[in-house]
């Protein structure tokens, strides 16, 4: 009995860990789309600021790949 709850523990802990990181990745999406929408809608950019939006595109693609991997993750346990 006590070996089953030390798993069911174990194994809560380790959702409650990916589902923190898929928030926290999320979150990162919605703060990088504040700042894409902010330099997107000038009317002139720095090219600074073209590097910067594909660097943000990048991050936004990284995070959403992690996050999909995660999900596939829960769904197979």
């Known amino acids: 009995m006590s070996e089953n709850n030390d798993e069911l523990v174990k194994a809560q802990n380790e959702l409650i860990g990916i589902l923190f990181e898929i928030i926290k990745r999320l979150q990162s999406n919605n703060d ?13 950019r720095t090219e600074n600021e ?12 990284d995070n959403a790949e992690i996050v999909s991997r995660l999900l596939k993750q829960i769904e197979s346990n």
Do not use: H
């Open 32 to 44: 990088l789309d504040a700042e894409y929408f902010q330099i997107i809608s000038k009317k002139i």
């Open 50 to 61: 073209n590097v910067r939006l594909n660097e943000i595109t990048k991050e936004r693609e």
